[in-house]
């Protein structure tokens, strides 16, 4: 594997997250003086890219957008080298609106409608750059009117050009795991819930109990998957390969903002095996990263000053 | 707070033995420094950086000595002791 080459991300309906903040209470019906506004380029791909950046690793993020979209500029403003390909339409807008006593409203948009042709296209881009990659990640959900089976067809197409790693949920997380017989990625990422969704039993049941996750987790790895990543929330997470199983809980942390925490997990883990650290050692970055990103407001991004690897705590789980 | 910029001086970069060898100095040191941000007393965060021979780092800390022998350990090719 080519560890020197990029960390291509896959931001296959991506969004421009807007938060609108009110000085006073949202009043339906009457107009407002808006106090302050942020955007944010979001998708889960895009935030990993966004962390590949802040630790130095070279990234790139595929994407269908117009080249000039307000989504393409975000993203060169974050320093993250982007591949735009030919979109459905412009980038969906989803609004978040804050009130002072913390009320949240939001407005998600559907986005575009995608055809065949502009997966197919996709598809075509994630291959070619996928020959210089250190590893491709495939992550979260898929546009309206794309297959549920994108991940899973695109899956034979990447193999011996990268390790791929999957991040995703519902039909399409169904669709991959229907086809591990036939080709498996090199890492999966699921939470309890999704892993629930996969092998059965119960998301809250699985997240207060690591050695039952390790279990679960064990049948993706019988079926091809080389790394199981479970991420738990606060119980940390556990990894499975066919060497063994770990459960890493994190420090006590004041969490500020959950989102973004999986995709800093998932990249603490890329992170770890980009530069050569032990299995174990990865698993401990992993919960670092998901820690960090926690403590962060929004969906803050952590690099590796905000990490603190040493208060983690990583012990084996029987596999059997 | 001092620091000072510094060029790698091991043949496989902050890696391995090298970033274990700092690691360990910096762990017996009594103050905090910090290699580009991270933790001088991690090995793990060390090698999270990827910094290569000949790459320049920032190296941190409250203690001017500690500071200092951080530093000096990260030009050495300590790949090669």
């Not at chain 1, 390909?85 to 948009?109: F, H, M, Q, Y």
């Not at chain 2, 510094?6 to 060898?21: D, F, I, W, Y």
């Not at chain 2, 090698?47 to 941190?60: H, I, N, P, Q, R």
């Amino acid at each position: 594997m080519a560890a020197t080459g990029a960390l291509v991300t896959v931001t296959a309906n991506p969004s421009i997250d807007r938060t609108l903040v009110l000085p006073g209470p949202l009043d339906r019906g009457g107009v407002h003086r808006v106090e302050r506004t942020t955007s944010q380029a979001g998708g889960k791909g895009i935030n990993i890219s966004r962390a590949a950046v802040a630790a130095g690793v070279p990234t790139l993020a595929v994407l269908p957008a117009h080249d000039d979209d307000p989504f393409v500029e975000e993203v060169a403003r974050a320093g993250i080298p982007c591949h735009p390909c030919r979109p459905a339409g412009s980038i969906r807008v989803n609004l978040t609106i804050t009130e002072p006593d913390g009320t949240t409203t939001k407005l998600n948009s559907p986005g575009a409608l995608s055809d065949d042709a502009h997966m197919a296209e996709l598809a075509d881009a994630v291959v070619r750059e996928a020959r210089d990659a250190s590893w491709v990640v495939l992550a979260g959900s898929l546009p309206p009117g794309a297959a549920d089976s994108f991940y899973a067809d695109l899956l034979p197409r990447l193999h011996g050009l990268a390790p791929v790693a999957v991040d995703t949920s519902d039909a399409p997380l169904t669709a991959l795991v229907a086809g591990l017989d036939h080709c498996a990625p090199q890492l999966m990422k699921p939470n309890a819930e999704e892993l629930a969704s996969i092998t059965g039993g119960d998301a809250e049941a699985l997240e207060a109990d690591p050695a039952l996750v390790a279990r679960h987790a064990a049948e993706l790895v019988d079926r091809g998957v080389a790394h199981v990543l479970v991420t738990l929330g606060a119980a940390g997470a556990v990894l499975v390969d066919r060497t063994g199983a770990w459960h890493a809980s994190p420090a006590p942390t004041t969490v500020l903002s959950t989102v973004g925490a999986g995709d800093s997990s998932l990249f603490g883990f890329l992170l770890g095996e980009i530069r050569g650290a032990h299995r174990a050692d990865r698993l401990a970055l992993a919960v670092a990263y998901g820690s960090a990103a926690a403590a962060l407001p929004g969906t803050g991004i952590p690099g590796p000053a905000d990490v603190d690897v040493s208060r983690v705590e990583v012990r084996a789980l029987a596999t059997t | 707070m001092p620091s000072t910029s510094v060029t790698v001086g091991s043949s496989v970069g902050l890696h391995a033995r090298p970033a274990a060898l700092i690691a360990e100095a910096a762990g017996g040191l009594g103050s905090t420094v910090t290699i580009n941000g991270v933790d001088a007393a991690s090995s793990l965060m060390i090698m999270t950086l990827g910094a290569k021979c000949g790459d320049t780092v920032e190296v941190a800390g409250e203690d001017q000595a500690a500071v200092d022998a951080i530093a000096a350990l990260v030009a050495q090719d300590l790949d090669a002791a």
